[in-house]
């Protein structure tokens, strides 16, 4: 069969394929330890299950409009005032499911051949795909681990060209867990505005930061540049919500009518019962927030400081989201039975059949030198996973 040429341009999502391996070893029977996915570990709050489960009984299992039930796009549009500081106006929301759907949504409305698209390294997974799925180049800004991955200024217009047409910010970021200060975002707006490109913004992880760090959104800071952006969000992280399938954007109309026309050819709208559901998160309150992070904060803080604790592992400490991203180039070139460690793939695969440990390596995130670990697992978890960590590291040659 000739498939479609896209189809060569990427690959499946690394991390979703990790964890697909490290469950299928679970269902055998292993006792895997598993560090791979990106989801909090705590459950859907009650008050948002409930609201499902009425949704269902009132037999709101129908379709919906395609961008969304209005009392769910009126909920995000006080949650972006109330958060951001910005009033959109409704047909300036368009919910989706997931932001990872909204951030393909938004690359198809957007990109299309000869453009390109700037993407901080090191990078969720998919961005670079989701653009190349749109026809358009990845153009990858390099950033420095030693000064805690912050986009520079004079970097960001090394990357420009004539074809520029957006730069995808996410913070705090997957994997590094860099959030983003108030200068560096006024800097980004400053260049933003002086060579005219788009601003998208994923801000799924906004809910989680730590050490007394706040999110700021680029749009709070410079309100200016917010006709010029726009905001990807989700109820996935912030409400342990991953399985419910619910994201949403916020932008200009014209863009957002655009990416609403290429939902209603194909998803349609998002399950109805889960937009009820992402209602009833958005607008119950916050106190969710303080047990996922009272959840998070010892997790992120055992885990950093056991991966420090093995020689040839270098990890700083992640201020925001839920990953830790440890250096393990200092590795590199030690050896096991069965081979030699060249690259943080060669040690993930050492770590996951030797050890019964999953985590993501760093290439498919841009980065030749690091590992990936979420931490969202149970502290125990977390010790079972790093006595086993240090075992294997130590028996390497
Ligand atoms: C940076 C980032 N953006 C977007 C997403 C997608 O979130 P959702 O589950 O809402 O599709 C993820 C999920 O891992 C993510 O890490």
């Not at 499946?12 to 292993?30: D, E, R, Y």
């Not at 989801?39 to 499902?52: H, L, W």
């Not at 009833?280 to 904060?297: I, P, W």
Request: charged share 20%; hydrophobic share 40%.
């Amino acid at each position: 069969m000739k498939l479609a040429t896209r189809t060569t341009r990427i690959v499946p999502s690394p991390t979703l394929n990790i964890a697909a391996t490290a469950k299928a070893m679970v269902k055998q029977g292993i006792d895997v330890a598993d560090f791979s996915i990106g989801e909090p570990s705590c459950d859907t709050p009650a008050f948002v299950k409930a609201a499902a489960q009425a949704a269902i009984q009132a037999g709101f299992t129908k379709y919906t409009p395609v961008p969304g039930i209005d009392e769910l796009r009126e909920a995000i549009i006080e949650k972006f005032h109330q958060d951001q500081g910005i009033r959109y106006e409704k047909a300036q929301i368009l919910v989706s499911c997931g932001a990872k759907h909204t951030l393909y949504n938004l690359a198809q409305a957007l990109f299309e051949s000869g453009d390109e698209v700037i993407i901080p390294v090191p990078y969720w997974v998919s961005y670079p795909d989701q653009v190349r799925l749109a026809d358009a180049t990845p153009v990858f800004l390099q950033t420095d681990e030693s000064k805690g991955y912050a986009i520079e200024p004079a970097a960001l217009e090394a990357c420009l060209s004539p074809h520029t047409k957006a730069l995808i910010l996410n913070s705090p970021c997957n994997p590094t867990g860099t959030v983003y200060n108030r200068q560096t975002l006024e800097d980004i707006a400053r260049v933003a505005l002086r060579h005219h490109f788009l601003i998208i913004s994923d801000e799924i992880y906004e809910k989680m930061h730590y050490d007394g760090m706040e999110h700021l959104s680029i749009v709070s800071v410079a309100p200016e540049v917010a006709p010029h952006t726009i905001l990807v969000n989700g109820v996935s992280k912030a409400f342990a919500m991953t399985g419910w399938r619910i994201g949403y954007a916020a932008g200009p109309k014209e863009l957002i009518t655009a990416m609403n026309h290429i939902q209603s050819q194909s998803t349609s709208n998002p399950t109805s019962i889960s937009q009820k559901a992402a209602l009833a998160a958005l607008t119950g309150g916050t106190s969710f927030f303080a047990e996922l992070m009272g959840d998070l904060e010892p997790k992120r803080n055992l885990m950093v400081e056991r991966l420090n604790k093995i020689p040839g592992i270098m990890c700083p400490t992640p201020i925001g989201a839920f990953y830790a991203f440890p250096n393990v180039a200092a590795l590199f070139g030690r050896r096991h039975p069965k081979g030699i460690i060249s690259t943080p793939s060669d040690l993930a695969t050492y770590l996951l059949n030797e050890a019964n440990i999953a985590c993501v390596p760093g290439e498919p995130f841009g980065s030749p030198a690091h590992l990936r670990f979420s931490y969202t697992p149970t502290l125990e978890t977390i010790h079972r996973g790093m006595d086993r960590m240090e075992t294997a590291i130590q028996a390497l040659a």
